[in-house]
């Protein structure tokens, strides 16, 4: 039987709602924060007692609430920052719904004790589970302090879902962390259970306040960016890499936003300077007419609508890129004594560069050469550095020398040049490695996708979505395996009949056109589907032909710097000897071996 309609109690009624907008510990601290910012405070302190979920406050020493506001600071849809509809048109603070408060208050206990300029007292007051309790006089600085308390603990469906502390403490170190590089003369602090975690101080330049929360070793390796059309920040030299995107900060109009149109701008601005699916780091800040931008999209403000969101991204492209090109800052290689005299095309040596580690995350790769990939226009360099190999006497040429991405997998530095324009040979201290160029990229490709996959980052959203007109066959293969190219990344759905529309691609085939990628993986699907291979088959045939339609061919000529790329990701691949088709995608001579043959043993 079904049950009777009812009307939910407001108190219901406001948890659901407040669901929208805190969601965990750091939804808090991130709104705490905006409205000490908004409160025009120079310095904003954060406890945190066991992740959060016990205890969050935050100090600042803004200009206070006056003692007869205090209730209205709780209530929902009160605020001092809009008046009017036509305001909404050109948002100039970090709030404005007059939400966060009173969400927090239907979700936990919430007391806020508040001292203005004009006052000679503070006042607090608590809100419990939506009922406010009067306000009382008590001893504060001026400013204001929050503290959040049990967080959730009257919507158990919602405590379920907090990580570890030590997971929600890192979320609210980052949120921290990106209000302070968005605010650098605003001092911040954290501390989780009496521990300090984050200390900034105050009237800091935003290079000073950059090397505080990316580490020292960053410092000498950031640049900043050519200024231009209200883009500004520092970028790390393109051979500072990461797997994911957490290095990159973007920020609009002083709000801390990791908006799509953003963040993919600055990948594009780095594009050819890095290796397809690595990840720059960057800070980035962006300044527009607030009426170019609607902020009032997203219940937590975590996205925006831009009126011309190509102009955007067009502007962070292009600062980016005429930093990168002023720089000329493409890559330094180590390379020893005797090869120092190589062609021109390879890069020289720079001894200050040396392999680093960060507070979070790692370098991956020192190199920020130029990888082409399958299906990217080669350009100038490229043949400039192959027909540099290829004409001059061998013996005056000798290749560049790699680092190896793990020392011991192809020892510590190795040689590296391509023959038949199909094998890279390999100079190591123990003998010779012959690798064949397409099965490796395809095995370092396939093993990026599942890894990708993993993490739940599998794909890079096209900036305009493309639509595939696709041939019957193609289109009745495409229904059938749609699901799961998606989620191998290659996001795409039925636009209409006969018709794909890709919203995304994997990381790391960048290079390559989506629609001839998707014809091409559903025209080598065929006969799998029409075999009716079982679902974990089917997958795993899709991975490996996605691998193999993105990778370098055999018979195309590599850059140098697309070779040493290559050599730099076979260090880090699990298992570079096979290809994902399991044959060998490399041989080793030992130099024993040879002198054997040569009759020398
Ligand atoms: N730290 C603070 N210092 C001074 N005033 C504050 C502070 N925190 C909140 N207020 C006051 O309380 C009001 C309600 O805060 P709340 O965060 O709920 O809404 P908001 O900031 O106006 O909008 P939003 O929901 O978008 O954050 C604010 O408009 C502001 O006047
Ligand atoms: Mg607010």
């Given at each position: 039987?079904?049950r009777?309609?009812q009307?939910?109690?407001?108190?219901?009624?406001?948890?659901?709602?407040a669901?929208?907008?805190?969601?965990?510990?750091?939804?808090?601290?991130?709104?705490?924060?905006?409205?000490?910012?908004?409160?025009?405070?120079?310095?904003?302190d954060?406890?945190?007692?066991?992740?959060?979920?016990?205890?969050?406050?935050?100090?600042?020493d803004g200009q206070?609430?006056?003692?007869?506001?205090?209730?209205?600071?709780?209530?929902?849809?009160?605020?001092?920052?809009?008046r009017?509809?036509?305001?909404?048109?050109?948002?100039?603070?970090l709030?404005?719904?007059?939400?966060?408060?009173?969400s927090?208050?239907?979700?936990?206990?919430?007391?806020?004790?508040?001292r203005?300029?004009?006052?000679?007292?503070?006042?607090?007051?608590?809100?419990?589970?939506g009922?406010?309790?009067l306000?009382?006089?008590?001893a504060?600085?001026?400013?204001?302090r929050?503290?959040?308390?049990d967080?959730?603990?009257?919507?158990?469906?919602?405590?379920?879902?907090?990580?570890?502390?030590s997971?929600?403490?890192?979320?609210?170190?980052?949120?921290?962390?990106?209000?302070?590089?968005a605010?650098?003369?605003?001092?911040?602090s954290?501390?989780?259970?009496?521990?300090?975690i984050?200390?900034?101080?105050?009237?800091?330049?935003?290079?000073?306040?950059?090397?505080?929360v990316?580490?020292?070793?960053?410092q000498?390796?950031?640049?900043?960016?050519?200024e231009?059309?209200?883009?500004s920040?520092?970028?790390?030299?393109?051979?500072v890499?990461?797997?994911?995107?957490?290095?990159?900060?973007?920020?609009?109009?002083?709000?801390?936003?990791?908006?799509s149109v953003?963040q993919h701008?600055?990948?594009?601005?780095?594009?050819?300077?890095q290796?397809?699916?690595?990840?720059?780091?960057?800070?980035?800040?962006?300044?527009v007419?607030p009426?170019?931008?609607?902020?009032?999209?997203?219940?937590?403000?975590?996205?925006?609508?831009?009126r011309?969101?190509?102009?955007?991204?067009?502007?962070?492209?292009?600062a980016?890129?005429?930093?990168?090109?002023?720089?000329?800052?493409?890559?330094?290689?180590?390379?020893?004594a005797?090869?120092?005299?190589?062609?021109?095309?390879v890069a020289?040596?720079?001894a200050?560069?040396?392999p680093?580690?960060?507070?979070?995350?790692?370098?991956?790769?020192?190199?920020?050469?130029?990888?082409?990939g399958?299906?990217?226009?080669?350009?100038?360099?490229?043949?400039?550095a192959v027909?540099t190999?290829?004409?001059?006497?061998?013996?005056?040429?000798?290749p560049?020398?790699?680092?190896?991405g793990?020392?011991?997998?192809?020892?510590?530095?190795?040689?590296?040049?391509?023959?038949?324009?199909?094998?890279?040979i390999?100079?190591?201290e123990?003998?010779?490695?012959?690798?064949d160029?397409?099965?490796?990229?395809?095995?370092?490709?396939?093993?990026?996708?599942?890894?990708?996959?993993?993490?739940g980052?599998a794909?890079?959203?096209?900036?305009?979505?493309?639509?595939v007109?696709?041939?019957?066959r193609a289109?009745?293969?495409?229904v059938?395996?749609r699901e799961?190219l998606?989620?191998?990344?290659?996001?795409?759905?039925?636009?209409?009949?006969?018709?794909?529309l890709?919203r995304?691609?994997p990381?790391?085939?960048?290079?390559?056109?989506p629609?001839?990628?998707l014809?091409?993986?559903?025209?080598l699907?065929?006969?799998?589907?029409?075999?009716?291979?079982?679902?974990?088959?089917?997958?795993?045939?899709?991975?490996?032909?996605?691998?193999?339609?993105a990778?370098?061919?055999?018979?195309?000529?590599?850059?140098?710097?697309?070779?040493?790329?290559?050599?730099?990701?076979?260090?880090?691949?699990?298992?570079?000897?096979?290809c994902?088709?399991?044959?060998?995608?490399?041989l080793?001579i030992?130099?024993?071996?040879?002198?054997?043959?040569f009759?020398?043993?």
């Amino acid at each position: 039987m079904s049950r009777k309609i009812q009307q939910l109690p407001q108190l219901l009624i406001d948890q659901i709602a407040a669901g929208e907008v805190i969601e965990r510990p750091a939804s808090v601290v991130k709104e705490l924060i905006e409205n000490c910012l908004d409160a025009g405070s120079t310095r904003i302190d954060v406890d945190l007692e066991e992740g959060g979920k016990r205890l969050i406050q935050v100090v600042d020493d803004g200009q206070g609430i006056e003692e007869d506001q205090l209730p209205l600071a709780l209530a929902s849809h009160a605020t001092s920052k809009l008046r009017e509809a036509e305001e909404l048109d050109r948002i100039l603070t970090l709030g404005f719904r007059g939400e966060a408060l009173s969400s927090m208050c239907a979700v936990a206990t919430v007391e806020i004790a508040s001292r203005t300029a004009a006052s000679d007292v503070a006042h607090r007051i608590v809100g419990r589970h939506g009922q406010v309790e009067l306000s009382s006089p008590v001893a504060l600085r001026h400013g204001t302090r929050i503290r959040v308390e049990d967080l959730f603990s009257s919507v158990p469906a919602r405590r379920k879902f907090l990580k570890s502390n030590s997971a929600e403490v890192a979320r609210c170190s980052a949120v921290i962390k990106a209000a302070a590089m968005a605010h650098p003369t605003v001092g911040f602090s954290l501390t989780h259970d009496g521990r300090t975690i984050l200390k900034y101080p105050a009237d800091q330049s935003l290079p000073q306040r950059i090397a505080e929360v990316l580490g020292e070793d960053l410092q000498d390796r950031m640049l900043p960016i050519v200024e231009s059309e209200g883009v500004s920040g520092w970028i790390a030299r393109p051979d500072v890499q990461r797997r994911n995107s957490d290095g990159i900060w973007t920020f609009l109009n002083g709000r801390t936003l990791k908006d799509s149109v953003l963040q993919h701008g600055v990948r594009e601005g780095f594009k050819g300077y890095q290796i397809p699916g690595f990840f720059p780091v960057a800070v980035v800040g962006v300044e527009v007419d607030p009426g170019e931008v609607d902020v009032n999209v997203h219940p937590s403000k975590l996205e925006v609508r831009f009126r011309n969101r190509e102009s955007i991204h067009r502007r962070i492209r292009r600062a980016i890129r005429a930093t990168l090109e002023q720089e000329g800052s493409v890559p330094k290689l180590q390379m020893d004594a005797a090869v120092s005299t190589v062609s021109e095309t390879v890069a020289v040596a720079d001894a200050s560069i040396q392999p680093t580690k960060m507070d979070h995350g790692e370098i991956l790769s020192e190199s920020g050469s130029k990888w082409r990939g399958a299906g990217q226009d080669s350009d100038h360099g490229l043949h400039e550095a192959v027909a540099t190999i290829s004409t001059s006497p061998t013996a005056r040429v000798e290749p560049a020398t790699v680092e190896a991405g793990e020392p011991g997998l192809v020892g510590e530095s190795v040689r590296v040049f391509q023959v038949n324009d199909a094998f890279l040979i390999l100079e190591e201290e123990e003998g010779l490695r012959v690798i064949d160029q397409h099965a490796l990229h395809e095995k370092v490709l396939y093993e990026e996708i599942l890894e990708n996959r993993e993490q739940g980052g599998a794909s890079q959203g096209l900036l305009v979505p493309e639509t595939v007109p696709l041939d019957p066959r193609a289109w009745a293969i495409f229904v059938e395996t749609r699901e799961s190219l998606s989620e191998l990344g290659l996001e795409a759905e039925e636009f209409g009949e006969g018709v794909a529309l890709i919203r995304a691609i994997p990381h790391g085939f960048e290079g390559r056109a989506p629609a001839n990628l998707l014809r091409d993986i559903l025209s080598l699907m065929e006969p799998v589907v029409s075999a009716g291979a079982p679902l974990p088959d089917l997958k795993e045939r899709l991975l490996q032909t996605m691998a193999c339609k993105a990778a370098v061919k055999a018979g195309q000529p590599l850059s140098q710097e697309a070779m040493e790329d290559l050599v730099r990701a076979r260090g880090r691949a699990f298992q570079p000897e096979n290809c994902p088709h399991g044959r060998p995608s490399e041989l080793f001579i030992s130099w024993l071996e040879l002198q054997r043959r040569f009759d020398r043993k």
